[in-house]
């Protein structure tokens, strides 16, 4: 066993618990420094580059909504201490806790693998989700322009996607997203968790003030980009009372469209999640904590399909009402149809035979 004893401030995460599969564990114990002392030596990020094979990625869950994705990052410095993404940080030997936020990884080459993977002649198009893991706007995109450039190549296919994000930073892509809002080929979600500055801050430590977000979702949605808004997650005790005040603020800055995520704390998260209650907010701890499970069959989390996302019981079925009650009351009720797959084409290259008429035949059926 290795131990540990710096206690580490700045990020969502209060500790940093050995990766599953490792064959070593380190465990922190308590050497008398508080919270309340002095501050230790800032976490510094390591960004590290991925040699992926493929960018485009798929799943078989019926709760997620989309089949297809692209994560052009693994890892994530805003820190959520909920995010569900911190488990696969194990399979890269590395902790979920700190090394999540501090260890990132970005794929270098996703724009040219995307435009490989869309030149097929085999693909067919459905539309892709980017984000569906970590957070395609999260700090590192500013240097690295990954997320950009993957939209620049579906922008040049005319390819569908939707994009979910808690960054406002979405909003340098304009340029991009506008255009392909007005062919039906983009929606947005914006992630807003808080309007307590306070709880954002200590719950999403390096993401957009809530104050970022909603205005984020009028700017989007005045250049005529579609928005959905997440309250995600919605947190028993915690942030759940604020449901109805986050989506009454979004359909006011133009949201068209809501959806919300019941808390989910599977492997490591749980732990994570209780060591930042205790020591984040203590007189509220042990209530949470007791909700969570009364919607969870009495376990921290369920990750049945079907109920992972909602919860059940009494505390989840509350939820669901008042969510659905608030869509009705602030016209959040859009159901959004399927993009518009059509219009796909693979633009034409250097060399490409055309016809008569200056265009390259389509793909085939």
Known sequence: MV??????????????????????????????????????QQLSTEVMAEKAKVIITHNDSPDVGFSASINPYRGCEHGCIYCYARPAHAYMGLSPGLDFESKLFFKPEAARLLEAELSKPRYRPEFIHIGGNTDPYQPQERRRRITRQVIEVLSRFNHPF????????????????????????????????????????????????????????????????????????????????????????????????????????????????????????????????SLVRQMRGGKDYDAQWGKRMRGEGPIGELMSRRFKAAQKRYGLERRWGDLDVTQFRVPPKTGDQIDLFGEVPPPPP
Not at 6 to 24: D, F, K, L, V
Not at 231 to 252: K, Q, S, T
């Open 3 to 40: 131990t540990f004893t710096q206690q580490i401030r700045g990020r969502g995460a209060r500790s940093n618990a050995t990766g599953r599969y490792e064959s070593q564990v380190r465990e922190a114990f308590d050497d008398g420094w508080t919270l309340d002392d002095p501050e230790p």
């Open 162 to 289: 939707s994009v979910i994000t808690k960054s406002a930073l979405i909003l340098r892509d304009l340029d991009l997203l506008a255009p392909m809002a007005a062919r039906d080929l983009v929606r947005v979600a914006i992630s807003v968790t808080s309007l307590d500055r306070k709880l954002s801050r200590s719950m999403e430590p390096r993401a957009a003030t809530p104050e970022k977000r909603i205005e984020t979702i009028r700017r989007l949605a005045e250049a005529g980009v579609p928005v959905t808004v997440m309250f995600a997650p919605c947190i028993p005790g915690l942030n759940d009372h604020e449901m109805e005040a986050v989506l009454e603020r979004a359909a006011e800055a133009g949201a068209s469209g809501a959806g919300y995520v019941a808390l989910r704390l599977p492997m490591e998260i749980k732990d994570l999640f209780r060591e930042w209650l205790e020591t984040d907010h203590p007189d509220r701890a042990r209530r949470v904590m």
